[in-house]
């Protein structure tokens, strides 16, 4: 065990951060949930058209970059093969970015746009029906991949490239910064996104655990109560743990491999089952929108707020802003998960990679998944509206599953895959946050330390959950996360100023005339 090899500065200075946070919470939930809730509001609506345009950016300067000549470089050595197969590649990126949250959202988001629906559309309308089934993949679509990929470009080349055997985000900013980031100034955008990843963290838990749990009680009768909830958070906890010991070519590949073939099982048999054409139509018509409208959804704001006649829905802050924000958060996290993943593959290949394959999987859930509870509620066949308003939305979710045949087996299954995608998701979480504090990497994090953070990763939230704070410390994160926006600018600039760099260099070895000139 070689504690030299450790960035304690980076290590403790996260989970002060995190405590400094979590305490006063727990001491004073009352006045740390206002102020962080009223934090919260102030960015999300005084700063939302910057997330929107920081969202739409990073798509666009993706795919410049993936058709550009830069996207022909390859992360290896020239005749290096991919390290996974597409298949497996695709399934821990996806497993990783998505977790148990899209068998939430999925099923039941629609429901929320069709009571609130944007664009100062009256709910329950036509349109409110059409904008409810295309909105979901919207959020959960190429920009969210793109916001995602972004970091990995940099930290996929300094590695690959470079070969720099250190994952870390102000690693990937030395271009910008330069010596400033062996400073404190490095540190502090490291602690940064560890504290931004611990806070997201705990919105995948929020969401996860408790579905999980009423999909158990649906099945057994155990009573669900913050017992049954704590025994499935340290189940999960017990998996994924192992999964991260076991380490990246094992644990968290078969894991994920095992959890796209279930989501696939699932998604399948309810297609099958359920009204085959109508969600094979629904889905397709909501792509063909999303597609046609793709420039107003991504800069859709309310700029008449509250002015003569017209009423402030809030909808942009609500849902788009929060989505972008959402996601800024993990986008260090997968940028470093994807760029370890992606040795042997172009740059054009990960970033399409990433967007396309991220993209479908989710158009496949929204798409079939909450295309069918939305013809249970248009049909007459079950109220999902009001049942999701009058006891939430595991609820909802789980009456959506009973119209199934065999629902007791369906239901087994959800729960079953919501484990398992929860798993994959803190596997990898795990495993990167044990990369980012070891001043660098031989091959995989240091076993111990990926156990550490993998019971950290939990325990903090399950001190929240019994306190009714997992919503306010996903709201500290992403108020904590707001300079990551300026971090995805930079991080952007560093990839072009290294590239250039390297091409500027090659070129004098070539032609040595360069060099005189410069001189």
């Known amino acids: 065990m070689n504690k030299k090899i ?90 990783a970015g998505i977790g148990s949250s899209i068998l939430y959202w999925s099923v039941i988001e629609w429901a929320y746009y069709y009571q609130t629906p944007p664009f100062g559309i009256e709910p329950g309308t036509r349109d409110a029906i059409r904008w409810a089934s295309t909105y979901g993949l919207f959020h959960w679509g190429p920009i969210a991949w793109a916001i995602y990929c972004v970091p990995a470009l940099p930290i996929a080349y300094f590695l690959y490239i470079r070969k720099k055997p250190i994952l870390k985000v102000s690693e990937a900013c030395r271009p910008v910064l330069g010596k400033l980031v062996d400073g404190p100034i490095g540190k502090i955008l490291d602690i940064l996104f560890l ?62 491999d095992l959890n796209v073939w279930l ?31 793709f420039f107003s959804m991504s800069t859709f704001t309310e700029p008449f707020n509250n002015l003569g006649p017209f009423k402030r829905t809030g909808f942009p802050e609500s849902w788009t802003v929060f989505y972008w924000a959402w996601w800024l958060v993990y986008a260090p996290y997968m940028g470093l998960f994807v760029a370890k993943i992606s040795r042997g593959r172009t740059i054009r290949q990960m970033i399409i990679g990433t967007i396309l394959y991220g993209s479908i999987g989710c158009i496949l859930f929204f798409g079939i998944l909450g295309n069918y509870a939305l013809y249970l509620y248009l049909s007459g066949q079950l109220n999902v509206v009001e049942i999701l308003n009058a006891s939430g939305a595991p609820a909802a979710i789980l009456a959506v599953l009973h119209q199934l045949p065999l629902h007791n087996l369906v239901v087994f299954l959800f729960v079953v895959l919501a484990i398992i995608f929860l798993s994959t998701t803190f596997d990898s979480s795990s495993y990167i946050l044990a990369s980012v504090v070891q001043k660098r990497i031989n091959d995989e994090p240091l076993r111990w330390n990926r156990l550490f953070w993998a019971f950290a990763l939990s325990l903090l939230p399950l001190v929240l959950m019994y306190l009714g704070g997992l919503t306010t410390l996903q709201s500290a994160s992403i108020v904590g996360g707001f300079p990551l926006i300026f971090i995805m600018g930079m991080l952007g600039v560093s990839f072009i100023k290294a590239v250039k760099s390297d091409e500027m260099k090659a070129a004098k070895k070539e032609n040595p005339k360069l060099n005189k000139e410069a001189g």
Not at 8 to 16: D, E, K, Q
Not at 272 to 292: C, D, K, Q, W, Y
């Open 6 to 95: 450790i960035d304690w500065p980076t290590f403790i200075g996260a989970l002060v951060l995190l405590l400094l946070v979590v305490v006063p919470l727990s001491v004073f939930p009352v006045q740390g949930k206002t102020i962080v809730l009223a934090a919260n509001n102030f960015i999300t609506q005084n700063f939302g058209v910057v997330y929107l345009v920081m969202g739409l950016s990073a798509l666009v300067f993706l795919l410049f970059v993936a058709f550009s000549r830069y996207g022909k470089i390859k992360l290896g050595k020239q005749n290096e093969k991919p390290e996974f197969s597409t298949w497996s590649w695709a399934a821990m990126l996806f497993c």
């Open 195 to 256: 504290f931004g990843l611990l806070g997201g963290a705990g919105t995948t838990l929020a969401l996860g655990t408790p579905l999980i749990a009423a999909g158990i009680h649906d099945l057994t009768g155990l009573p669900e109560n913050t017992v049954l909830r704590t025994f499935v958070l340290l189940f999960c906890t017990v998996i994924f743990a192992t999964s991260s010991y076991t380490g990246l070519r094992k644990g968290i590949k078969y894991l994920s």
């Open 263 to 293: 989501a696939f099982f699932l998604i399948t048999f309810v297609l099958i089952a359920g009204p085959t054409v109508f969600l094979f139509e629904t889905t397709v018509s909501a792509v063909g929108r999303m597609l046609n409208n």
